[in-house]
Structures are given as C-alpha cells and as structure tokens.
C-alpha cells in the first residue's frame, strides 16, 4: 500500500500567486481530511469530507481557501491569493468510515508551503 | 464537546530516562484513544490506540492505559532512546477525530 500521497512536498511561491496542494488517500478509505500546521497553532482540521461530500469545512480561515474532492481517489485544496501568513506544513490524512469511532487516520508525509 | 488536553513540552530526558507524557480527555460516550508520533519533517504516524475502558496500546516500548475513570490515557516508556526524539499527540475518536496540541521530546545521548 502506497499510503496517503501528497503533492508537491515543497513549495516556495510568492504573495498573491495561486496555490494547489494535491492529495491522493488511501485506496477504499471514504474519509479524507486536510489539516494545517504552524508552530504557533498547532495542528488545525481545515475540512473533511466523507465519501466525496464537504462535511465540516468551519476550519477553513477564509474564503481565500477552498477544497475539491472529484472522486474518491483525488482531492485538492487551493489558496488564492496566497499571503505570508498561510506559509505552513498541509498535511492530507485518510480514514475508512466503516471503521468508525474504532478507525485511525492515515497521514501523508506533508505540503511544506512558503508563501513570501 | 470532545476535546483533548495533553501535557505541555518541550520535555527533554537522558536515554534510558522514564518517560511519562499526560493526556486526558472529555467526551461523551465511548471515545477510541490515540497516542500518534511525528518525526522530524514527516507527518503523523499511528503510535499506539486503545478502544475501550482498561485497554492498553503498546508499542515499540511505548504504551498507554485508556482510564475511564479519570479519563486520561498517559503514554510511557520505560527507557526512551535518542530516536525517539519526536513530537506526540494524543486523539480521540468520537466520531470525530480531535488531537492534543502535541508534545515535543528531545532524547539526549
């Protein structure tokens, strides 16, 4: 098993350019997560979705932010414009929803985001 | 609501130190418990889990014992190693997943 995959794993982009983060979850997880740390806040939720559908996205700072997911295999989160502030590590995580309260969450390896 | 508060770090020990990292809970119901482990520029990995009252997670050395009674479920290790140099969180799973703050380890030679 691959495990969660995210793409790119570094990127370093300018004030106001517009910023996709990739995420590809575990093969017959129907939960997908995206999450934001920073050194000052921690680990923050921005937004999950369950089986493709956007669940609870009060995590998300702004509008600046927004989130995708096409289909199961597949889901993006997109800053435009991007600012300084936003400058963090995304991480992407998968669970399976048949596992319940019992299931763990599965991490990608990160997004490290440099906004300047 | 469900929430977690863990202990704050940083904490630095001498290997072959005992360590002791404290996380208790609220939630209603029957929560599942998490301690999970995040190594330098990686992103979190399961550690350990516990699904039930008296339960305990271990593993690698590490465990932790779901306390209904006081809710809390605090991971120790009996003799830490530089390489688990780290940052842990603890969770619960509530139907909906909430993470501690974290708590960074530094392991001296």
């Known amino acids: 098993d691959a495990g969660v995959i995210q793409s790119p794993r570094h990127e370093v982009t300018e004030m106001g350019q517009e910023v996709t983060l990739r995420c590809k979850p575990i093969s017959g997880h129907n939960s997908l997560f995206w999450y934001r740390q920073t050194m000052m806040r921690g680990l923050e939720l921005l937004i999950y979705?369950?089986?493709?559908?956007?669940?609870?996205d009060s995590g998300m700072p702004e509008d600046r932010f927004s989130a995708k997911m096409p289909n199961a295999s597949f889901s993006t989160l997109k800053i435009q414009p991007s600012e300084p502030r936003d400058s963090a590590v995304y991480f992407c995580a998968s669970s399976s929803l048949a596992s319940g309260t019992l299931g763990e969450q599965f991490f990608g390896p990160g997004t490290r985001l440099t906004v300047l | 609501g469900n929430s977690v508060t863990q202990m704050e770090g940083p904490v630095t020990l001498s290997e072959e130190a005992f360590l002791t990292i404290n996380c208790t809970y609220t939630a209603t119901g029957y929560p599942s418990l998490f301690w999970y482990v995040q190594y330098p520029g990686e992103g979190l990995q399961l550690l350990l889990k516990a699904t039930k009252a008296d339960d305990k997670g271990s593993n690698k050395g590490f465990e932790a014992t779901y306390r209904k009674e006081t809710t809390s479920f605090h991971l120790e290790k009996g003799s830490v190693q530089v390489s688990d140099s780290a940052v842990y969180f603890c969770a619960l799973n509530n139907n909906d997943m909430r993470f501690g703050a974290g708590t960074r380890l530094t392991v001296k030679p």
């Open positions: 979705f369950n089986n493709n559908v956007p669940i609870d």
